[in-house]
């Protein structure tokens, strides 16, 4: 199954299974392409918000108009945080964003309770290793793009460039299909 992709510069669509790495600066505005992402092409998304609470995840889709009856929230700063955490049909918790394995189960339940066209976002693999070490985000990564191709599904994970060194990005890029580049200018390169 292939996926339109709608982002500039970027092939107009990719096969399912396809896990797209998304560097970007610090202070970039990746939240165009994670909403360009949802909007085209898609029957279900699960966003796995490890730098922003559900309730921050579900203001900027409503800002960037995307249907939000699409929307599945993994949240995993909430309970760290203390706030509350009264899970629903469409957002979930785990505890801190070092929980590695809870955010794969939870990213194997979406993906198994989901048919049609499904998407992942991953936000972001920096916070992740921020909490987490470099080698279990590593191995997390791998276990969600094979669940992308086991399940047909294309994901878009988020890394900032200017927070890791070059071996650190270089090992992320390995492990994805596609990288799009996102530059200070807003402008976008991409590579598959």
Do not use: W
Request: contains cysteine; negative net charge; aromatic residues 8%.
């Amino acid at each position: 199954m292939d996926y339109t992709l709608a982002v500039e510069n970027a092939p107009e669509t990719i096969a399912g299974g396809t896990g797209v790495l998304l560097l970007h600066p610090s202070i970039g505005e990746t939240d165009r392409i994670d909403t360009d992402f949802f909007k085209t092409d898609t029957d279900h998304f699960l966003v796995v918000s490890t730098r922003t609470t559900a309730r921050e995840v579900e203001q900027k889709l409503e800002h960037y108009d995307v249907d939000e009856d699409s929307a599945v929230i993994l949240d995993t700063l909430s309970v760290e945080r203390g706030y509350s955490r009264r899970g629903t049909d469409d957002v979930h918790y785990v505890s801190a964003p070092d929980d590695l394995d809870g955010i794969v189960a939870k990213v194997e339940a979406f993906l198994t309770s989901h048919d049609g066209k499904v998407r992942l976002s991953v936000d972001s693999i920096t916070e992740m290793i921020y909490y987490a070490d470099e080698d279990g985000v590593v191995d997390a990564t791998e276990n969600l793009c094979g669940l992308l191709a086991d399940h047909d599904a294309v994901g878009l994970f988020h890394l900032s460039k200017e927070v890791h060194d070059e071996a650190t990005i270089d090992r992320f890029r390995e492990r994805f299909d596609g990288v799009i580049d996102l530059d200070d200018d807003g402008s976008v390169t991409a590579e598959f």
